[in-house]
DNA sequence: AGTTACATTTGGATCGTTCTAATCCGGTAA
DNA sequence: TTACCGGATTAGAACGATCCAAATGTAACT
């Protein structure tokens, strides 16, 4: 029974060798059901092993075999549930594949961003799933990660030109689309003067939105006035503030076009705090479908991203190159979808 | 410069020993930061290992060292914001004490917790945090965790008495007590009538904070009518769904203190489809102070737990746990804090 | 010159596994 | 008898680091 095992050293190839007088190398073959043991020592040794209460070193035998069964997820924030489902999602497909995941999170900050890196490469993982901080830059990622080990990356772009040697994937959203969709359906809905709501101009992915945004305006023949373009700091609180700048122009928008959900949801409370009702009085659009859109005082139109389904087509990708270590590098577009819902109105006659 | 180098090979102390004629065990001390190699030598050294592009093998190092610097956090779903929180406070508090964070999700199924901890295991992680799935048993998870590597277990008692020879560490939150603050405070604002909403009586959490709303109740003299206790699985969907079953006794409350912020927001759907205004006709209060708590058509009274913390301490205990091996096993039960909000009004007169 | 002291450096064993190239053995064919 | 075969087993060298004891070189002191 297990309380006899000693409790001191942990329990290799050799105890179960020595215990049940065959070879190491015999053990060896057993555990990777081999065809050419013997039936019978093959039942000595799997009882020995369940006796002792063997566990595998896979460190151990990753280092002899030179190869890896760990892929390094790389995040801003675990904390904000579009990563946090992305990250299930990976964690999902990569166990289903054998590997384990590991975690790492650097809060937006290139600086922490490469010491993760550097950290997580040290248990040398097969492969990288890197969603980069805001300012990340692709020579800095270079430089800590080489060329070696093989790299996605989710969700933004780098600063800087990608390395063309490196076989570095993407994984991107179609954020220009996205935004596009939610302006284009705000024009149906008979909206003429929209705005574009939040998110910062350095971050690629509100970028692309913005131009979305744009290219459906222009498209359907409507101008867009700078001063219907708010920036502020994609949080409910920040979005809440930036409020009034809405309207403060000449000319006052109907209906926003807003960087994510979260921004949108802000958006509600200041539009409420001003004694307008969104969905009644004001019209807007997330970006995300996060879980709280369905919800809330006017339940949010915004464009499904799939969180999870993007998690477990990130760790494909990556399974794939581990294949394939040469292919040529690959970059992916992910679809979004408009899901329309109450906030965004017609405009009140 | 790095293109010089061959891509094939990862780059090895070999390598670089031979790369500045040294030995590899000078090239190691150097690494090590050891008082004991000459300036000269070291800084030979150091230019060899940028210009070869060295990424230490911590792999390989452990296991000589038979140390490791690895724990393995697994949870239900990483989907939940709550453990989600908990998670980025982990892996925080471990990144900076240079340990890296093995993730692994059971979706609530403990055949799964099996696999996956017996995955993460071959790993060889110093420790494990361990958020248990519903029906998990004490004597399962020990067949495969074994009595070697210490464990902290989060959230969840086990299935099954604790064997008390493994040195397992236990960090819990206060739900008795919680439950009976919320109970508290709603009997101070004047309901007599208090039912207990949502959850299921086979999980420990809702069994603890059920105990503590009848505490409540009895210290004050109320009494605690049967069917004031309806059970739901904890979905914002199944609590909408059972909202009538409140309303079928004789007497019906006033107020709910609802097994969590979930069942909570779905009580509130439910009492606007029967006409009911949560916050202003009907009385209730949540548990986790999740961010959708504050929002919403009548900002909840709930419990906050401080899930980022809490991870911060779980990952504190594990550390703790590693430096005294031999240390009694301990129990902490983490404080949580009324949070009052609209939701919790008066009884209507 | 011989001894001691000190600062550096190093060879070789080791961690727990896998891999390669033997080896062993009973049976069969020449 | 010898050679050979195929199935089952194994010794021993890897993998990339660390650790220990021992070696080296230099300077200082009898």
Redesign the pocket.
């Known amino acids: 029974m297990p309380s006899q095992i000693p409790i001191g050293?942990?329990v290799?190839?050799?105890d179960i060798a020595a215990g049940c007088?065959?070879?190491?190398?015999?053990v060896?073959?057993v555990?990777?059901g081999s065809?050419?043991?013997?039936?019978?020592?093959?039942a000595r040794v799997e009882e020995e092993l369940r006796r002792q209460g063997?566990v595998?070193?896979r460190a151990?035998?990753n280092?002899?075999?030179?190869i890896s069964t760990s892929i390094a997820l790389v995040l801003n924030d675990l904390a904000n549930p579009f990563f946090a489902e992305f990250a299930a999602g990976v964690d999902e497909t990569l166990a289903a594949a054998g590997f384990v995941t590991l975690l790492g999170c650097t809060g937006e900050s290139p600086a922490r961003e490469q010491a993760v890196l550097g950290s997580l490469l040290e248990h040398g993982p097969a492969g990288i799933i890197l969603s980069p901080a805001e300012h990340s830059k692709a020579h800095d990622v270079l430089s800590v990660v080489g060329r070696r080990v093989p790299l996605l990356l989710f969700n933004r772009e780098l600063g800087g030109a990608l390395p063309e040697f490196a076989h570095w994937d993407q994984l991107m959203l179609d954020n220009q689309h996205g935004a596009r969709l939610a302006t284009e359906h705000l024009i149906a809905r008979g909206h003429r003067h929209i705005a574009f709501f939040g998110g910062h101009h350095d971050s690629s992915s509100c970028r692309h939105r913005h131009a979305g945004y744009v290219e459906a305006m222009h498209t359907a023949g409507l101008r867009t006035e700078p001063y219907w373009r708010i920036e502020c700091a994609p949080t409910r609180l920040d979005a809440a503030h930036h409020t009034p700048a809405l309207f403060a122009g000449a000319l006052a928008p109907t209906a926003a076009v807003c960087y994510n959900d979260a921004v949108a949801l802000g958006l509600m409370l200041g539009l409420n705090q001003r004694g307008l009702r969104p969905g009644r009085d004001f019209a807007l659009t997330g970006f995300d479908d996060i879980a709280e859109a369905a919800l809330g005082m006017s339940p949010l139109t915004t464009l499904s991203v799939a969180p999870r389904e993007r998690g477990q087509q990130a760790a494909q990708l990556v399974l794939q190159r581990l294949q394939h270590p040469l292919a040529a590098s690959r970059r992916t577009v992910a679809p979004v979808q408009l899901i329309v819902r109450e906030s965004s109105c017609p405009p009140v006659a």
Request: charged share 30%; aromatic share 6%.
């Open positions: 050293r942990k290799t190839l050799n007088d065959v070879s190491r190398a015999t060896s073959l555990l990777r065809p050419l043991v013997n039936k019978l020592t093959r063997y595998y070193n151990a035998a280092l002899r075999r030179r």
